[in-house]
């Protein structure tokens, strides 16, 4: 193979780069490189302007053609010119420096701007340009690709919740059968947990600093005492649909990153926690999963169909849990004023998101070839006559009928029960004939409870 051959899909290192490539692609121009330097440009461009419009003499505001110049820089920005920056950067060895002297040369040759040239930037540190950045980027990823994904999966349980709510269900705790619910039931459950994570995760308020080296406004104030710089930085970030935080060192603290990368992962532990039963489910014979064409389930094995969709999906919670949780237990964590440990863990947002959505979408595709197969439900639960031992039970205790429980439990525990055996020992029972009839009506399928009507509220 060749040395240095060019990234293909092939001899990527990351299967995100690789074999998922495709279904990180919405995130490609918010977490990439490329998508790092167009939001450091938009901040750049935000800090100037509002600095033309604060009314300082050496700096008065810009024209309306000027400012259009300025604003296209950052609605063109290309590859080409994250290319250029890169270039840049060879000879700075500083990324967000290399993004100012792109900026200059922008400008250069438009009077107006190339004579602000040295505003851009100013008083600024590296990290004022770079947490703003991220949180642009962070919010923006949460509100077009996250947060809509999650919504589609939300969206199929529910679909499966509502069409499934009266498909009575055989329970299973600790393995063993257990009070009847209804299929639907069971989606609902994990639906109403799906949606409240999801309000967790946007209820997060992104935050962000433009205050200095060290958070207090030195150089802001070295230059214009006289301006209420505190106001004018939350100024600039409310424009920029950002929460200024007015504590910090250098860095912005990552508190409220740390909060969204929990809130996500909490989102993916409940999506493996049905992955994995689903996947249960499955072995059951409770789905059948639709055949596609040419697909083959073992290289051995023809008869198999196996539920790589839900295994796919879970492998990959898991890796992008492992990331997320060491991005919010490593971001808050910085010693004393600055150390760079943070820059390079945060490159990574893009490695953490990409692999929540190659797991959202296999767990789409498991969903979407789901054929509930109802006669192997039924058949599982009209063979378990024993679960009624708990309706009875609790009838006999309302009527004061002798250790209701430890007859049940000796009639039952361990060795399953007819419904023929079932009936006798009800009608042996001295309860009164409306209730005795209601007890010999019952059957496994019946005793649902209220699992239909809570299974449609989801």
């Known amino acids: 193979m060749q040395t240095n051959p060019a990234l293909t899909v092939l001899n990527a290192v990351s299967p995100l780069d690789g074999r998922y490539a ?114 642009l980027m962070l919010g923006r990823a949460r509100e077009q690709v996250v947060v809509p994904q999650l919504q589609k999966v939300l969206a199929s349980l529910q ?35 799906l949606r409240d994570a999801i309000a967790h995760i946007q209820a997060v308020v992104p935050l962000a600093k433009m205050n200095g080296a060290t958070g207090n406004y030195n150089a802001h104030l070295s230059a214009y005492p006289e ?63 639709r055949l596609k064409d040419g697909e083959v389930g073992s290289s051995t094995m023809p008869h198999k169909v196996n539920p790589i969709d839900f295994e796919n999906a ?33 490159r990574n947002l893009g490695v953490a998101l990409g692999y929540c959505l190659v797991a959202y979408d296999a767990c789409l595709r498991g969903l979407g070839k789901l054929e509930v197969n109802a006669a192997a439900i039924d058949a599982d639960i009209d063979d378990c006559w024993e679960v009624l031992a708990e309706p009875i039970q609790t009838v006999m205790r309302r009527y004061g009928l002798p250790q209701p429980y430890e007859q049940l439990k000796a009639l039952t525990r361990g060795k399953g029960i007819t419904e023929q055996a079932l009936r006798e020992f009800i009608g042996g029972l001295d309860l009164p004939a409306d209730v005795r009839s209601r007890m010999l009506a019952m059957t496994p399928r019946s005793y649902i409870g209220l699992a239909q009507s809570l299974a449609k509220t989801a």
């Open 22 to 135: 495709s279904r990180c692609d919405a995130l490609r121009p918010l977490l990439s490189e490329a998508g790092f330097m167009a939001h450091r440009v938009e901040v750049e461009i935000a800090w100037l302007i509002g600095l033309s419009q604060a009314g300082l003499p050496e700096l008065p505001p810009f024209s309306a053609e000027a400012t259009k110049v300025l604003r296209g820089l950052v609605s063109h920005f290309s590859e080409a010119d994250a290319d250029r920056i890169k270039q840049i950067e060879r000879t700075t060895n500083h990324d967000v420096k290399a993004v100012e002297y792109w900026l200059k040369e922008k400008v250069a040759g438009i009077p107006e701007l190339e004579k602000a040239g040295e505003f851009i930037h100013f008083a600024c540190t590296s990290e004022d340009i770079n947490n703003t950045s991220h949180a």
């Open 227 to 289: 301006l209420d710089w505190p106001a004018f930085s939350a100024s600039v970030l409310k424009e920029l649909g950002l929460k200024q935080n007015p504590h910090t060192i250098q860095i912005e603290p990552h508190d409220w990153m740390a909060g969204l990368f929990d809130a996500i992962a909490r989102a993916n532990t409940i999506l493996i926690d049905l992955n994995r039963d689903i996947w249960g489910y499955i072995a059951l014979g409770y789905f059948k999963q």
């Open 159 to 193: 679909q499966m919740a509502h069409s499934q709510a009266g498909q009575p269900m055989l329970a299973r705790t600790h393995g063993q059968p257990a009070t009847p619910t209804t299929l639907g039931k069971e989606f609902a459950n994990v639906a109403a947990r």
């Open 314 to 346: 879970e492998g990959n919670l898991g890796l992008a849990n492992a990331v997320l949780r060491h991005l919010s237990e490593k971001l808050p964590i910085s010693r004393w004023q600055r150390d760079l440990t943070d820059s390079t863990v945060l």
